[in-house]
């Protein structure tokens, strides 16, 4: 039995036929007519944005009840419903009420731009151990931070600060021990191990060497699987 996408869920569901040019974005868009569905869907923006703040906050929440819940749900969110009305709803809506939790959590999660930890660490700080994707996602957007510092450490070449992959590794270890899935939190757990200690052999590294870290890895058996693919299998 086929998953249904989430366009194919949201063209089924009785709502969509009280927002008709989304609905009919969603079912050209299902059909592969990507013009002819951006094209309703700019005539949509326009048509939202003429409604009072309540309406527009209605269709986000409703939008977004989906994409919570579907794996597939980054595919509605292009750039012109973000820009148009997702973006502006939120900002209005954290300031209309700010003890919501939702607009940073979104913004956070899934519309964020490639500057999602704020908001993360807001919707952390509102919604506390409830807000358990948050509270990964924070986690994961350290570690992508951490494997980018170091993702040319075999050829002697860090690309950050002490200062920063050390507060990296700190806020993972403050917010690790809210993961509710004690499989997950020990994932988290070792990887911050990891980089804790590649962090620390780094800086060891440092005041004695400038080139071979592979090399001083390797004689110092340092468990790194990079270490045995470029040392050991040599």
């Not at 979104?106 to 919707?123: C, D, N, S, T």
């Not at 060891?204 to 790194?224: L, S």
Request: proline share 3%.
């Amino acid at each position: 039995m086929q998953t249904k996408t989430i366009l194919q869920t949201i063209i089924e569901d009785e709502r969509s036929h009280d927002y008709p040019l989304f609905r009919q974005y969603c079912v050209r868009k299902e059909q592969g007519l990507r013009k002819d569905a951006l094209k309703v869907l700019q005539f949509f923006v326009e048509e939202m944005n003429k409604n009072e703040f309540a309406a527009r906050r209605s269709f986000v929440t409703w939008l977004f009840d989906y994409i919570e819940r579907f794996e597939d749900g980054h595919h509605l969110l292009v750039y012109p419903l973000v820009h148009g009305v997702i973006h502006p709803v939120l900002r209005e809506w954290e300031n209309i009420d700010p003890m919501d939790v939702r607009p940073n959590r979104w913004q956070g999660l899934f519309v964020h731009q490639g500057e999602g930890l704020p908001y993360l660490l807001k919707a952390l700080e509102m919604g506390g151990s409830k807000e358990q994707r948050v509270i990964v996602q924070i986690c994961e957007t350290y570690f992508s931070a951490l494997w980018y510092s170091f993702h040319h450490i075999h050829e002697d070449l860090y690309l950050s600060t002490y200062e920063k992959d050390h507060e990296r590794i700190q806020g993972i270890q403050d917010v690790m021990k809210l993961i509710v899935d004690k499989k997950v939190q020990s994932n988290v757990e070792k990887l911050a191990v990891y980089y804790n200690q590649l962090l620390s052999d780094w800086k060891e590294f440092q005041q004695m060497e400038t080139r071979g870290f592979v090399k001083w890895c390797a004689d110092r058996k340092k468990p790194y699987e990079w270490v045995q693919t470029f040392y050991y299998h040599q």
